[in-house]
């Protein structure tokens, strides 16, 4: 029977119907639920790594251990894990090896859109691109065959669209886990230079194989119509050419390197005009135009964002857009739930007027209005070291109004070694870990630091504050950031102070705190002056009643954190139990 | 039905628009069609404004409603209603849940809240209804099943049948809140909409 399944959800079946054993990830949009729905089967290991270089680490020695092996992370995890990543392209594998990469085009979450596609061209790996949920199972099972066969690593790049949309995929039988034998090999896998010369031969060889392969693959297949207009297309932007232009022929890549030159040449002289249809990058277009290949692609299309059916009717077909009605709305950007500790930290590093370095979470909210209270947001664990380095650039007195604000999963991730350059080149920021106990933006996982594996089972716990004094950080504070007088007391304390310094600012995050709720607030009429300042704070627990120009509770959103409270000067806020 | 049928539900995250998503395309799916759904996870689902296209017939390609082609937009609030009309069709059918959640430009003072939204909607969009869901959830017992209301007002405009629907309401709700939300599901059954 058929069932509904996200892209996501799709790859961990493939791969468990495959019979992989092992799958090691680093949350992230649009990849999180990969290896989250792989972690459910019973008789497979599934882990949380602390960031994506880890997790391929652990992909890589479960593969040469002879298991099968899924790692999955979003696109800019690939550039953590690119160090492995290319070497690994050399070693080759033992158990197969899929890795999936999982692109953001229209950075519905991220904080860039770039196309990796080009990875597997300068890691000479194998790229496979499912086009829907169904395909996205399918082709995982087939690229640990490919990944076996070859002996190589497998690409697997899928898009937000293809892992966040559910679409009809027929189950089949769990594989068996097979374990194949370990065997020492140094030439193959301890890349010295002389091995690893002897390797890149390999690389080179298995690169030619594959290109011929890539001719027969049923990976890539050609849906003969009308041969007026030729397309060729990959991904989830096959589903818009079909959706679009019904009776044009199609060339569907699902082998998106290397390409099959001959059966794209074919192609070409078959039909009488040729486009490529690819979101981001050129990737298939300029490989074509080397080749000498005459064909249309981003004089047609946007190198920016998501493609859409409606796009490829204009482009191609020469629809009209659907008209617009012109009503004017006011935005709905995202905001911090209400009782969000992060709300304490922005608020008090805004009222202060600090330079604050930032990094990437739920936190980087904090950047946007009303809080506005954060100066940069590079990569996750930048924060850190751009603190270090405009104390470098601009002097001790500066730093003495700076802080660099990280989230406890992004501390672990990344922020570690740049904490650890600070002290050795003696710096004297003020440090703020958001220790909220999660790894709330990408969904709320679980992370070394939280003492919980992915399976939910209790593990060791993280200790962050032994941690940062191990590393010598010698003041370390712990404070509950929704305390607003005693943040902003202990902040102002580790900035005068010209050593380096970790706030590890504690609270649970307000979505999986599950503290029961003993208090209602109401805001009292006859004593709210009607000054907004508590409308400032960004909650939506509390809103503006425009005609009595009177705060007021919203008491199906509010959850009695208790910082508006704190904020109004009027003591206008009323709490009262139960 | 040789032709797609494209819902659009649209709502703030944390509306519990993925419940209603999810329902309608069970019973798709149960009925034999081919579906798709496509939803935005991550940052929008704090507050922001989030949308779920729900697609099914005999062969669905693109899992986004091209712009101009939704049949149906379930809106669980009164401006993002508004937000999504362009990718109705012109004589696209609107469900309104009478619901207002300030964005943050209006709490903030910067902006104000369109009050006579509603009016616009359905002098662009004649087949309007304006239903309030959230009481009629209270009445039924529990206001979160104020989607499960919207379910039975949409699942009729569709034209999907009734007895299917419990089945995936059975499916999809937890035991619990199983009786409350069959009420809530019939209590939509009964609203009349304007089509
Ligand atoms: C290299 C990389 N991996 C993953 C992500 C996705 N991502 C963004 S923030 C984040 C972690 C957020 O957790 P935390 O730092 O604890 O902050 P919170 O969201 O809990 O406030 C993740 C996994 C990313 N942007 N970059
Ligand atoms: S999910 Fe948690 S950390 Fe993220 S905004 Fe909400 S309360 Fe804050
Ligand atoms: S107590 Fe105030 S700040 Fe906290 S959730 Fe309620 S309204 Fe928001």
Redesign the pocket.
């Not at chain 1, 990094?359 to 936190?363: A, L, R």
């Given at each position: 029977m058929k069932r509904l399944m996200i892209g996501n959800e799709a790859i961990s079946r493939g791969a468990y119907e495959a019979g992989a054993s092992v799958a090691a990830a680093?949350?992230?949009?649009p990849s999180t639920e990969i290896v989250s729905n792989f972690a459910r089967y019973k008789d497979v290991y599934a882990e949380w790594a602390p960031?994506?270089k880890v997790a391929l680490e652990v992909g890589i020695g479960a593969s040469l251990g002879g298991a099968r092996t899924l790692v999955a992370?979003?696109h800019?995890?690939v550039?953590?894990a690119a160090d492995p990543l290319y070497t690994v392209a050399y070693t080759g594998v033992n158990g197969g090896l899929v890795i999936v990469s999982a692109d953001d085009p229209g950075m519905h979450s991220?904080?860039n859109e770039q196309d990796n596609r080009g990875y597997g061209i300068f890691a000479k790996l194998p790229v496979i691109e499912p086009s829907d949920s169904q395909e996205a199972k399918d082709f995982t099972a087939l690229a640990f065959d490919i990944s076996e066969e070859f002996d190589t690593p497998v690409m697997l790049r899928v898009t937000t669209r293809l892992s966040h949309s559910q679409t009809l995929v027929e189950e089949g039988e769990a594989g068996e886990r097979v374990l194949k034998e370990y065997k020492k090999n140094a030439p193959k896998y301890v890349m010295l230079p002389g091995y690893a010369r002897g390797r890149h031969v390999e690389v080179e060889k298995r690169m030619v194989k594959l290109a011929e392969y890539a001719e027969t693959t049923p990976l890539n297949r050609i849906e003969w119509g009308d041969r007026s207009l030729g397309i060729i297309t990959s991904g989830v932007a096959y589903q818009y050419v079909r959706e679009a232009l019904p009776n044009v022929s199609v060339l569907k890549l699902g082998l998106v390197n290397p390409l099959p030159k001959n059966l794209i040449a074919s192609f070409a002289q078959q039909v009488e005009r040729l486009v490529v249809v690819e979101e981001l990058e050129p990737v298939i277009e300029r490989q074509l135009k080397a080749w000498g290949i005459a064909v249309e692609g981003k004089e047609l299309f946007t190198l920016l964002g998501e493609y859409s059916p409606e796009m490829i009717a204009q482009r191609l077909a020469g629809a009209e857009p659907a008209p617009s009605h012109g009503l004017e709305i006011p935005p709905r950007p995202p905001l911090l739930c209400p009782g969000c500790p992060?709300r304490g930290v922005f608020y008090t590093l805004r009222r202060m007027r600090v330079t604050v370095t930032g990094?990437?979470?739920?936190?980087t909210l904090g950047a946007l209005s009303p809080l506005e209270a954060m100066d940069s947001c590079v990569?996750?664990g930048a924060s850190i070291g751009m603190a270090l380095g405009m104390e470098k650039a601009r002097g001790q007195e500066f730093a003495s109004r700076l802080v660099a604000v990280?989230?406890?999963?992004?501390?672990v991730?990344s922020g570690i070694t740049p904490l650890i350059d600070i002290v050795y080149n003696q710096g004297t920021s003020t440090i703020i870990i958001?220790d909220?106990d999660?790894?709330?933006?990408?969904g709320h996982q679980d992370?070394p630091a939280t003492g919980v594996t992915i399976k939910k089972q209790p593990t060791k716990k993280l200790d962050l504050e032994n941690l940062v004094r191990a590393i010598g950080i010698e003041h370390v504070r712990v404070v509950d950031p929704l305390k607003l007088d005693e943040f902003e007391a202990v902040v102002r304390e580790e900035l005068d102070r010209r050593e380096p310094s970790v706030i590890i600012a504690k609270r649970t995050?307000a979505l999986i705190d599950r503290t029961p709720i003993t208090t209602t607030l109401y805001v009292d009429d006859e004593v709210c002056n009607g000054c907004r300042a508590c409308i400032r704070i960004g909650c939506t627990g509390i809103y503006y009643k425009d005609n009595e120009k009177k705060a007021a509770i919203n008491p199906t959103t509010c959850v009695s954190c208790g910082m508006c409270v704190q904020v109004c000067k009027f003591d206008a806020i009323k709490v009262v139990e139960g | 039905m040789s032709q797609t049928m494209n819902v659009l539900i649209a709502g703030v995250g944390g509306q519990g628009t993925l419940l209603t998503s999810r329902i309608i395309a069970q019973v798709a799916v149960d009925l034999g069609y081919d579906v798709k759904v496509t939803e935005v996870h991550g940052m929008a689902q704090r507050g922001g404004s989030v949308v779920s296209e729900v697609r099914y017939g005999e062969k669905v390609y693109s899992p986004t409603i091209p712009k101009g082609q939704a049949d149906v937009l379930l809106a669980f609030e009164k401006l993002e209603a508004a937000r999504w009309l362009d990718h109705l069709k012109p004589d696209g059918i609107v469900i309104i849940n009478d619901e207002r959640v300030d964005p943050l430009p209006v709490m903030s003072g910067k902006m104000k809240y369109p009050e006579d939204i509603i009016d616009r909607i359905v002098q662009l969009k004649p087949k309007t209804t304006v239903v309030n869901a959230t009481k009629t959830a209270i009445e039924c017992g529990n206001v979160k099943a104020a989607n499960v209301v919207l379910v039975g007002i949409l699942s009729k405009v569709i034209g999907l049948p009734p007895e299917k629907v419990e089945e995936a309401i059975r499916k999809l709700v937890p035991p619990k809140a199983l009786e409350v939300n069959l009420a809530a599901f019939r209590r939509g059954v009964e609203w009349s909409v304007n089509q």
């Open positions: 680093y949350p992230g949009t960031n994506e992370m979003k800019v995890g550039n953590v991220s904080q992060h990094d990437i979470g739920c936190y990569c996750m990280i989230g406890d999963s992004t501390f991730h958001l909220n999660t790894t709330a933006m990408t992370h995050c | -």
